[in-house]
Protein backbone atom coordinates (compact mmCIF):
# COMPACT_ATOMS: atom_id res chain seq x y z
CA UNK A 1 0.00 0.00 0.00
CA UNK A 2 2.91 2.06 0.59
CA UNK A 3 2.66 3.97 -2.69
CA UNK A 4 -1.03 4.96 -2.17
CA UNK A 5 -0.31 6.56 0.91
CA UNK A 6 -0.59 10.55 0.71
CA UNK A 7 2.55 12.54 0.94
CA UNK A 8 1.82 13.19 5.18
CA UNK A 9 2.12 9.48 6.14
CA UNK A 10 6.03 9.90 5.11
CA UNK A 11 6.06 12.36 7.98
CA UNK A 12 4.82 10.27 10.23
CA UNK A 13 8.01 8.24 11.90
CA UNK A 14 7.96 5.68 14.29
CA UNK A 15 10.72 6.03 17.59
CA UNK A 16 13.05 3.88 18.13
CA UNK A 17 12.39 5.23 21.83
CA UNK A 18 8.80 3.35 22.24
CA UNK A 19 10.59 0.20 20.93
CA UNK A 20 13.28 0.48 23.82
CA UNK A 21 10.88 1.48 26.23
CA UNK A 22 8.20 -1.83 25.83
CA UNK A 23 11.00 -3.52 28.02
CA UNK A 24 9.59 -1.10 31.29
CA UNK A 25 7.09 -4.00 31.99
CA UNK A 26 10.14 -6.12 33.10
CA UNK A 27 10.16 -6.60 36.81
CA UNK A 28 12.84 -4.49 38.55
CA UNK A 29 12.72 -1.26 36.41
CA UNK A 30 11.97 1.99 37.37
CA UNK A 31 10.56 4.36 34.97
CA UNK A 32 10.89 7.85 34.59
CA UNK A 33 10.20 7.35 31.39
CA UNK A 34 6.06 8.43 30.74
CA UNK A 35 4.41 11.46 31.48
CA UNK A 36 1.69 10.25 33.34
CA UNK A 37 0.24 10.93 36.44
CA UNK A 38 -0.21 8.60 39.03
CA UNK A 39 -2.79 5.72 38.99
CA UNK A 40 -3.28 5.83 42.55
CA UNK A 41 -4.08 9.48 42.59
CA UNK A 42 -7.25 9.21 40.39
CA UNK A 43 -10.68 9.76 42.03
CA UNK A 44 -12.02 6.49 41.25
CA UNK A 45 -14.62 6.39 43.71
CA UNK A 46 -16.35 9.33 42.67
CA UNK A 47 -16.20 8.39 38.88
CA UNK A 48 -17.72 5.36 39.96
CA UNK A 49 -20.41 6.87 41.71
CA UNK A 50 -21.24 9.51 38.81
CA UNK A 51 -21.25 6.87 36.21
CA UNK A 52 -23.61 5.01 38.21
CA UNK A 53 -25.89 8.39 38.31
CA UNK A 54 -25.22 8.65 34.66
CA UNK A 55 -26.12 5.20 33.80
CA UNK A 56 -29.10 5.86 36.32
CA UNK A 57 -33.07 5.90 35.40
CA UNK A 58 -32.71 9.87 34.92
CA UNK A 59 -29.91 10.45 32.87
CA UNK A 60 -29.21 6.87 30.84
CA UNK A 61 -31.12 7.81 27.95
CA UNK A 62 -28.84 11.07 27.59
CA UNK A 63 -25.46 9.26 28.38
CA UNK A 64 -25.67 6.45 26.09
CA UNK A 65 -27.24 8.85 23.11
CA UNK A 66 -25.29 10.48 20.49
CA UNK A 67 -24.89 14.29 21.48
CA UNK A 68 -24.08 18.02 20.67
CA UNK A 69 -20.24 18.50 19.14
CA UNK A 70 -20.16 21.45 21.09
CA UNK A 71 -20.25 19.22 24.40
CA UNK A 72 -22.08 18.50 27.11
CA UNK A 73 -23.38 21.98 28.32
CA UNK A 74 -23.25 21.45 32.08
CA UNK A 75 -19.59 20.97 31.65
CA UNK A 76 -19.11 23.83 29.72
CA UNK A 77 -20.83 25.72 32.31
CA UNK A 78 -18.65 24.79 34.72
CA UNK A 79 -15.89 25.62 32.81
CA UNK A 80 -16.59 29.17 32.08
CA UNK A 81 -16.12 29.35 36.25
CA UNK A 82 -13.20 27.25 35.88
CA UNK A 83 -12.03 29.72 33.26
CA UNK A 84 -12.86 32.87 35.24
CA UNK A 85 -11.22 31.35 37.86
CA UNK A 86 -7.53 31.63 36.07
CA UNK A 87 -8.16 35.13 34.89
CA UNK A 88 -10.05 34.39 31.67
CA UNK A 89 -13.66 35.79 31.15
CA UNK A 90 -15.27 33.99 28.64
CA UNK A 91 -18.79 32.17 27.63
CA UNK A 92 -19.90 28.66 26.59
CA UNK A 93 -20.04 29.55 23.17
CA UNK A 94 -16.02 30.01 23.64
CA UNK A 95 -16.00 26.74 24.52
CA UNK A 96 -15.75 23.39 22.86
CA UNK A 97 -15.33 20.26 24.62
CA UNK A 98 -12.50 18.04 23.20
CA UNK A 99 -11.25 14.14 22.97
CA UNK A 100 -8.60 15.38 25.27
CA UNK A 101 -6.55 18.57 24.57
CA UNK A 102 -4.37 16.51 21.74
CA UNK A 103 -7.57 16.75 19.51
CA UNK A 104 -7.81 20.41 19.89
CA UNK A 105 -4.15 20.36 18.46
CA UNK A 106 -5.31 18.58 15.96
CA UNK A 107 -7.57 20.72 14.53
CA UNK A 108 -5.81 23.90 15.39
CA UNK A 109 -3.04 22.15 12.81
CA UNK A 110 -5.48 21.30 10.22
CA UNK A 111 -7.47 24.88 10.83
CA UNK A 112 -4.48 26.82 10.26
CA UNK A 113 -1.72 24.68 8.23
CA UNK A 114 -1.93 24.19 4.86
CA UNK A 115 1.67 23.03 3.33
CA UNK A 116 4.78 24.94 4.10
CA UNK A 117 3.30 27.24 6.60
CA UNK A 118 5.46 28.26 8.94
CA UNK A 119 4.53 26.81 13.05
CA UNK A 120 6.48 28.86 15.27
CA UNK A 121 7.21 25.80 18.63
CA UNK A 122 10.21 25.87 21.52
CA UNK A 123 13.14 24.16 20.92
CA UNK A 124 12.16 21.70 22.46
CA UNK A 125 8.48 21.42 22.39
CA UNK A 126 6.27 18.90 23.53
CA UNK A 127 6.47 15.85 20.85
CA UNK A 128 2.68 15.59 20.79
CA UNK A 129 2.35 19.18 19.86
CA UNK A 130 5.01 18.24 16.80
CA UNK A 131 3.35 15.38 15.59
CA UNK A 132 0.08 16.66 15.53
CA UNK A 133 1.22 19.90 13.41
CA UNK A 134 3.35 17.58 11.13
CA UNK A 135 0.23 16.00 9.48
CA UNK A 136 -0.49 19.00 8.32
CA UNK A 137 3.18 19.59 6.80
CA UNK A 138 3.99 22.95 8.32
CA UNK A 139 8.03 24.07 8.60
CA UNK A 140 9.03 24.59 12.25
CA UNK A 141 10.58 27.43 12.95
CA UNK A 142 12.18 27.92 16.59
CA UNK A 143 10.22 30.45 19.05
CA UNK A 144 12.27 31.55 21.98
CA UNK A 145 10.76 33.69 25.03
CA UNK A 146 13.25 35.36 27.71
CA UNK A 147 11.11 36.61 30.07
CA UNK A 148 14.45 38.34 31.67
CA UNK A 149 15.51 40.30 28.91
CA UNK A 150 11.24 40.46 27.78
CA UNK A 151 12.10 39.61 24.68
CA UNK A 152 10.23 36.97 22.59
CA UNK A 153 12.08 36.33 19.24
CA UNK A 154 11.88 33.32 16.66
CA UNK A 155 14.52 32.57 13.76
CA UNK A 156 13.75 34.39 10.63
CA UNK A 157 12.02 32.26 8.12
CA UNK A 158 14.04 31.93 5.71
CA UNK A 159 11.13 31.29 2.23
CA UNK A 160 9.16 34.05 3.91
CA UNK A 161 6.38 31.91 4.52
CA UNK A 162 3.57 32.81 6.43
CA UNK A 163 3.45 32.10 9.93
CA UNK A 164 0.06 30.74 11.24
CA UNK A 165 0.85 30.65 15.03
CA UNK A 166 3.31 30.19 18.00
CA UNK A 167 2.51 27.64 20.37
CA UNK A 168 3.90 27.08 23.83
CA UNK A 169 2.94 25.86 27.25
CA UNK A 170 3.56 28.57 29.59
CA UNK A 171 3.38 27.08 32.72
CA UNK A 172 5.62 24.03 33.63
CA UNK A 173 6.39 22.98 30.07
CA UNK A 174 6.28 19.14 28.63
CA UNK A 175 9.67 18.40 28.46
CA UNK A 176 11.40 20.68 30.14
CA UNK A 177 9.09 21.87 32.56
CA UNK A 178 9.90 25.53 32.40
CA UNK A 179 7.40 28.17 33.40
CA UNK A 180 7.32 31.95 31.10
CA UNK A 181 7.03 34.50 33.27
CA UNK A 182 4.48 37.80 32.92
CA UNK A 183 7.04 39.90 31.02
CA UNK A 184 8.04 36.55 28.56
CA UNK A 185 4.07 36.60 28.33
CA UNK A 186 3.62 39.96 27.65
CA UNK A 187 6.37 39.66 25.07
CA UNK A 188 5.15 36.88 23.06
CA UNK A 189 1.97 38.84 22.80
CA UNK A 190 3.65 41.59 21.13
CA UNK A 191 5.74 39.50 18.56
CA UNK A 192 1.93 37.08 18.37
CA UNK A 193 0.69 41.33 17.07
CA UNK A 194 3.78 42.71 15.28
CA UNK A 195 3.42 38.88 12.95
CA UNK A 196 -0.52 39.31 12.96
CA UNK A 197 -0.32 34.93 13.89
CA UNK A 198 -2.59 32.88 16.42
CA UNK A 199 -0.82 32.31 19.88
CA UNK A 200 -2.02 28.63 20.91
CA UNK A 201 -1.65 28.39 24.68
CA UNK A 202 -1.22 24.58 25.71
CA UNK A 203 -2.40 24.70 29.80
CA UNK A 204 -2.33 20.90 30.06
CA UNK A 205 -0.11 21.28 33.35
CA UNK A 206 -1.51 24.83 34.28
CA UNK A 207 -3.41 23.17 37.73
CA UNK A 208 -0.53 21.68 39.23
CA UNK A 209 1.31 24.84 40.80
CA UNK A 210 3.46 23.79 43.65
CA UNK A 211 5.21 26.93 44.45
CA UNK A 212 5.45 30.55 43.62
CA UNK A 213 2.37 32.45 42.88
CA UNK A 214 0.64 31.66 39.90
CA UNK A 215 0.94 33.77 36.47
CA UNK A 216 -2.22 34.87 34.08
CA UNK A 217 -2.53 32.90 31.54
CA UNK A 218 -1.33 34.62 28.39
CA UNK A 219 -5.54 34.70 26.98
CA UNK A 220 -6.02 36.60 30.34
CA UNK A 221 -3.02 38.78 29.61
CA UNK A 222 -4.38 39.56 26.15
CA UNK A 223 -7.92 40.17 27.22
CA UNK A 224 -6.86 42.80 29.73
CA UNK A 225 -4.91 44.77 26.77
CA UNK A 226 -7.99 44.27 24.08
CA UNK A 227 -11.22 44.19 26.47
CA UNK A 228 -13.11 41.13 24.70
CA UNK A 229 -11.97 37.40 24.34
CA UNK A 230 -13.70 38.31 20.94
CA UNK A 231 -10.86 40.39 19.83
CA UNK A 232 -8.17 37.75 21.49
CA UNK A 233 -5.87 35.58 18.81
CA UNK A 234 -4.95 33.39 21.64
CA UNK A 235 -6.44 29.87 21.93
CA UNK A 236 -6.48 28.29 25.06
CA UNK A 237 -6.13 24.27 25.03
CA UNK A 238 -7.15 22.69 28.25
CA UNK A 239 -7.59 19.64 29.73
CA UNK A 240 -8.78 17.50 32.52
CA UNK A 241 -6.48 14.58 31.86
CA UNK A 242 -3.32 15.60 34.28
CA UNK A 243 -6.07 16.14 36.80
CA UNK A 244 -8.66 14.05 36.88
CA UNK A 245 -8.29 11.24 34.57
CA UNK A 246 -6.27 10.88 31.04
CA UNK A 247 -8.35 7.24 30.15
CA UNK A 248 -11.58 9.28 29.92
CA UNK A 249 -10.12 12.13 27.07
CA UNK A 250 -11.85 14.71 28.06
CA UNK A 251 -10.24 18.23 27.50
CA UNK A 252 -11.42 21.40 26.02
CA UNK A 253 -10.25 24.48 24.24
CA UNK A 254 -11.10 28.29 24.49
CA UNK A 255 -10.91 31.11 21.93
CA UNK A 256 -13.30 33.84 20.17
CA UNK A 257 -16.45 32.63 18.49
CA UNK A 258 -15.70 32.52 15.19
CA UNK A 259 -13.25 30.15 16.21
CA UNK A 260 -14.75 27.83 18.36
CA UNK A 261 -17.59 27.57 15.22
CA UNK A 262 -14.63 26.57 12.74
CA UNK A 263 -13.52 23.79 15.33
CA UNK A 264 -17.24 22.30 15.81
CA UNK A 265 -17.08 22.15 12.41
CA UNK A 266 -13.68 20.06 12.38
CA UNK A 267 -15.51 18.15 15.28
CA UNK A 268 -18.29 17.51 13.62
CA UNK A 269 -16.01 15.80 10.36
CA UNK A 270 -13.97 13.78 12.80
CA UNK A 271 -15.60 12.34 15.80
CA UNK A 272 -19.09 14.26 15.73
CA UNK A 273 -18.72 14.52 19.58
CA UNK A 274 -16.23 13.22 22.59
CA UNK A 275 -17.77 10.67 24.88
CA UNK A 276 -21.41 12.02 25.96
CA UNK A 277 -21.22 9.87 29.26
CA UNK A 278 -17.40 10.48 29.59
CA UNK A 279 -18.49 14.36 29.61
CA UNK A 280 -21.11 14.00 32.29
CA UNK A 281 -19.26 11.75 34.81
CA UNK A 282 -16.18 14.46 34.37
CA UNK A 283 -18.51 17.13 34.89
CA UNK A 284 -19.61 15.42 38.41
CA UNK A 285 -16.52 14.48 39.34
CA UNK A 286 -15.33 18.13 38.40
CA UNK A 287 -18.03 19.97 40.31
CA UNK A 288 -18.16 17.63 43.59
CA UNK A 289 -14.24 17.13 44.18
CA UNK A 290 -11.82 19.42 41.83
CA UNK A 291 -11.59 21.69 44.59
CA UNK A 292 -10.49 19.53 47.12
CA UNK A 293 -8.81 16.81 44.58
CA UNK A 294 -6.04 19.18 42.75
CA UNK A 295 -4.32 20.38 46.02
CA UNK A 296 -3.99 16.90 46.93
CA UNK A 297 -2.27 16.25 43.47
CA UNK A 298 -0.16 19.28 44.38
CA UNK A 299 1.36 18.37 47.78
CA UNK A 300 2.03 14.50 46.68
CA UNK A 301 3.81 15.68 43.30
CA UNK A 302 5.71 18.34 44.91
CA UNK A 303 7.04 15.85 47.83
CA UNK A 304 8.28 13.85 44.58
CA UNK A 305 9.69 16.54 42.19
CA UNK A 306 11.70 17.91 45.87
CA UNK A 307 12.85 13.94 45.89
CA UNK A 308 14.07 13.90 42.78
CA UNK A 309 15.90 17.52 43.28
CA UNK A 310 17.58 16.57 46.03
CA UNK A 311 18.42 13.50 44.63
CA UNK A 312 19.95 15.00 41.54
CA UNK A 313 22.10 17.41 43.71
CA UNK A 314 23.57 14.18 45.47
CA UNK A 315 24.54 12.14 42.71
CA UNK A 316 24.60 13.63 39.30
CA UNK A 317 28.00 14.24 38.57
CA UNK A 318 29.88 17.37 37.51
CA UNK A 319 28.61 18.69 33.97
CA UNK A 320 25.37 17.40 34.29
CA UNK A 321 22.39 20.25 34.32
CA UNK A 322 18.66 20.29 35.38
CA UNK A 323 15.91 22.63 35.57
CA UNK A 324 13.75 23.16 38.75
CA UNK A 325 10.00 23.41 37.82
CA UNK A 326 7.83 24.77 39.99
CA UNK A 327 4.81 22.39 39.07
CA UNK A 328 4.05 19.49 36.29
CA UNK A 329 5.41 16.77 35.61
CA UNK A 330 9.17 16.66 34.64
CA UNK A 331 12.85 17.72 35.09
CA UNK A 332 14.66 18.20 32.13
CA UNK A 333 18.46 17.42 32.31
CA UNK A 334 21.62 18.49 30.02
CA UNK A 335 24.10 15.73 29.93
CA UNK A 336 27.97 16.96 29.12
CA UNK A 337 28.20 17.69 25.18
CA UNK A 338 28.87 14.21 23.36
CA UNK A 339 27.25 12.40 25.81
CA UNK A 340 24.02 10.91 23.82
CA UNK A 341 20.38 10.56 25.58
CA UNK A 342 19.19 7.72 23.52
CA UNK A 343 22.55 5.65 24.17
CA UNK A 344 22.51 6.53 28.01
CA UNK A 345 18.98 5.27 28.11
CA UNK A 346 19.71 1.67 26.34
CA UNK A 347 22.81 1.42 28.42
CA UNK A 348 20.27 2.17 31.55
CA UNK A 349 18.06 -0.59 30.41
CA UNK A 350 20.18 -3.02 30.01
CA UNK A 351 22.93 -2.23 33.54
CA UNK A 352 21.05 -0.57 36.34
CA UNK A 353 16.90 -1.05 34.83
CA UNK A 354 16.15 2.17 34.94
CA UNK A 355 13.99 4.38 31.86
CA UNK A 356 13.71 7.84 30.91
CA UNK A 357 12.76 9.23 27.47
CA UNK A 358 15.56 11.13 25.28
CA UNK A 359 15.20 14.60 24.82
CA UNK A 360 16.28 14.41 20.90
CA UNK A 361 12.08 13.70 19.87
CA UNK A 362 11.31 17.03 21.26
CA UNK A 363 13.11 19.02 19.18
CA UNK A 364 12.09 19.12 15.08
CA UNK A 365 15.50 19.23 14.03
CA UNK A 366 16.95 16.62 16.00
CA UNK A 367 19.25 18.49 18.27
CA UNK A 368 19.21 18.07 21.85
CA UNK A 369 20.99 14.75 21.48
CA UNK A 370 22.77 15.27 24.75
CA UNK A 371 19.34 15.87 26.41
CA UNK A 372 17.08 13.91 28.56
CA UNK A 373 13.58 14.23 30.13
CA UNK A 374 12.70 12.75 33.82
CA UNK A 375 8.92 12.34 35.01
CA UNK A 376 8.28 12.19 39.32
CA UNK A 377 4.98 11.94 38.77
CA UNK A 378 4.11 8.38 38.88
CA UNK A 379 6.87 6.99 41.54
CA UNK A 380 7.20 7.60 45.41
CA UNK A 381 9.88 9.04 46.69
CA UNK A 382 11.77 5.92 47.79
CA UNK A 383 11.66 4.70 44.00
CA UNK A 384 12.44 8.56 42.49
CA UNK A 385 15.77 8.51 44.75
CA UNK A 386 16.94 4.96 44.26
CA UNK A 387 16.37 5.86 40.28
CA UNK A 388 18.46 8.89 40.56
CA UNK A 389 20.89 7.16 42.51
CA UNK A 390 21.05 4.41 39.47
CA UNK A 391 21.10 7.45 36.73
CA UNK A 392 24.42 8.75 38.68
CA UNK A 393 26.08 5.29 38.56
CA UNK A 394 25.19 4.87 34.95
CA UNK A 395 26.58 8.69 34.16
CA UNK A 396 29.68 7.56 35.79
CA UNK A 397 29.85 4.46 34.12
N1 LIG B 1 -0.19 19.07 25.94
C1 LIG B 1 0.85 18.67 26.66
C2 LIG B 1 1.94 19.66 26.94
C3 LIG B 1 0.93 17.36 27.13
O1 LIG B 1 2.00 16.97 27.84
C4 LIG B 1 -0.11 16.46 26.84
C5 LIG B 1 -0.12 15.01 27.34
N2 LIG B 1 1.06 14.40 27.51
C6 LIG B 1 -1.17 16.93 26.07
C7 LIG B 1 -1.19 18.23 25.65
C8 LIG B 1 -2.31 16.04 25.65
O2 LIG B 1 -3.06 15.64 26.74
P1 LIG B 1 -4.55 15.14 26.63
O3 LIG B 1 -4.87 14.89 25.19
O4 LIG B 1 -4.60 13.91 27.44
O5 LIG B 1 -5.38 16.26 27.19
Keep these: MDQ ?13 IRELLKLLGEPGIISFAGGIPDPNLFPAEAFAEA ?5 GPDQQAQALQYSVSEGYAPLR ?9 IGVECDIDNILITSGSQQAL ?38 SVNGNRGAAEYREAADGSPIKFAYLSADFANPTGETVDLRGREALL ?50 FSKTLSPGLRVGWVVGAKPVISQMVLLKQAAD ?8 MAVYQVARDCFENHVPMLRRTYAARRDAMLEALAQHMPDGVEWTRPE ?9 PKGVNGADLLARALETVKLAFVPGQAFFPDDTGANTIRLSFSNSDEDTIREGIRRLGEVLRA
Design 106 to 143: DYLGKLFLSPGDTALVGWPTYLGALNAFDAYEPRFDQL
Design 77 to 85: HWLVGYMRG
Design 51 to 55: FQNAL
Design 272 to 279: LHSSTINQ
Design 327 to 335: GGMFIWVTL
Design 190 to 239: DLAEELDCAVIEDGAYQALRYDGDPIPPIMALEQARKGSIENCRTIYCGS
Design 4 to 16: LYATRASRMKASE
